[in-house]
T-cell receptor
């Protein structure tokens, strides 16, 4: 069974600093995708970034990058130059290949950006 | 833009009632998902569907059932609502292939009294 672990319930970061949110996963399937979502206090789920298990390079999307270490089964999200608007819950998720593949989420990390 | 619409933003039901939560997507996605979100527990998958009339149990299916009679609509049914089903319910949809993201509805905050 696939599993996602986020060990940081809460994180603080100062504005303009970089922050890393941890995510480890467990799967026996060689083909899978890893996702990060942001959930601000409004409740909407916003897709941030994707990494495929066969991708050779780490994914980047603007200020977001994914530090993918396949052998260690980790997919940490790095946010550079934090902004006050980055304060939110962040969820890591995984989806295996196949027709009936479910999308599984971790418990989330609440990030608070301070002045 | 992909749109996933949940029928209610807030819902209050009584214990023992049968409750229907509706979700509609407009992008012809094969996959649809129902999650519940509780503080400290993240999003937990209740059921998902990968095609019309096809469904798979997620991690916490007990007390719930689903229906997918049309591709665009996925319903979550609480057969007999209980107070421990008070939660935020999120619906999502995606293409079947694993490297595409899921799109979420705005959520339904259900309170069972």
């Amino acid at each position: 069974a696939q599993k996602i672990t986020q060990t940081q319930p809460g994180m603080f970061v100062q504005e303009k600093e970089a922050v890393t949110l941890d995510c480890t996963y467990d799967t026996s399937d060689p083909s899978y995708g890893l996702f990060w979502y942001k959930q601000p206090s409004s409740g909407e789920m916003i897709f941030l970034i994707y990494q495929g298990s066969y991708d050779q390079q780490n994914a980047t999307e603007g200020r977001y990058s994914l530090n993918f270490q396949k052998a260690r089964k980790s997919a940490n999200l790095v946010i550079s130059a934090s902004q006050l608007g980055d304060s939110a819950m962040y969820f890591c998720a995984m989806r295996e290949a196949g027709t009936a593949s479910k999308l599984t989420f971790g418990t989330g990390t609440r990030l608070q950006v301070t002045l | 833009d992909v749109k996933v619409t949940q029928s209610s933003r807030y819902l209050v039901k009584r214990t023992g009632e049968k409750v229907f939560l509706e979700c509609v997507q407009d992008m012809d996605h094969e996959n649809m998902f129902w999650y519940r979100q509780d503080p400290g527990l993240g999003l937990r998958l209740i059921y998902f569907s990968y095609d019309v009339k096809m469904k798979e149990k997620g991690d916490i299916p007990e007390g719930y059932s689903v229906s997918r009679e049309k591709k665009e609509r996925f319903s979550l049914i609480l057969e007999s609502a209980s107070t421990n089903q008070t939660s935020m319910y999120l619906c999502a949809s995606s293409l079947r292939i694993e490297y595409t993201e899921a799109f979420f509805g705005q959520g339904t905050r259900l309170t069972v009294v």
